[in-house]
Every structure is written in C-alpha cells, then in structure tokens.
C-alpha cells in the first residue's frame, strides 16, 4: 500500500515561516504531480499549489508571491515553505501524490491525512 505522511505543520505568529513536508513511500513506481491542499472548518477546501514530476509549478492567488512548493523526487517528498503566514492561512493542510505503483504507468491519486496549520494574529 501507498502512505503519504506530513509533517511540519504547528503554530507560528503571523509574518512568520514554516514548511511542510511530505513523504510518499510503500509501493511506488513513480510519482507525477504532487501538491498541498487546505481547508479551514466550514470553508471549501482549496488547492494551494502543485508541482509537476519536471518542477512546473502553479499556485492559488491566495497565496502566491507567499509560498513555494519543492519536490526531491529521490526521497518521495513534496514541500511547502510558507513565508509571511496570515490568520487566513490558518488550515488542515493535505498533501497529494499522482503516482503510478507498477511500470504500466496509469496515475492515481493518494492523499495523506493532514497537518495543522495554525497562524495568529
């Protein structure tokens, strides 16, 4: 089976940093996009930013300017570093993987289970 784990997430004052990890391992052939997800309670769930397998990236407009999304394909990872945090910010942030697990190389989706995010004004 495939997991994806985050880490990074906490709280931290608002105009200041942190940065998310995550760690795909298990069955895994190779992995496409990945990418950062987050919801807030009773907010819709928004996506942040993507990268694809080359290092193409894409960001919400919420965010841009703000945060960077990385990858090291060697070790399975996608990061998110997080610069002048806002209150808004404050979210359950997912991290997901397109991957294929065999050579017959049909991408599917994994998610992982979210960290906390929280910034204070």
């Known amino acids: 089976q495939v997991h994806l784990v985050e880490s990074g997430g906490g709280l931290v004052q608002a105009g200041g940093s942190l940065t998310l990890s995550c760690a795909a391992s298990?069955?895994?052939?190779?992995?496409?996009?990945m990418g950062w997800y987050r919801q807030a309670p009773g907010k819709q769930r928004e996506l942040v930013a993507t990268i694809s397998r080359v290092g193409n990236t894409n960001y919400a407009d919420s965010v841009k300017g703000r945060y960077t999304i990385s990858r090291d394909n060697a070790k399975n990872t996608v990061y998110l570093h997080m610069n002048s945090l806002k209150p808004e910010d404050t979210a359950v942030y997912c991290c997901?993987?397109?991957?294929?697990?065999?050579?017959?190389?049909?991408?599917?989706?994994?998610w992982g289970q979210g960290t906390q995010v929280t910034v204070s004004s």
């Open positions: 298990g069955s895994i052939f190779s992995i496409n996009a």
């Open positions: 997901y993987a397109e991957l294929a697990t065999s050579c017959v190389e049909q991408w599917d989706d994994y």
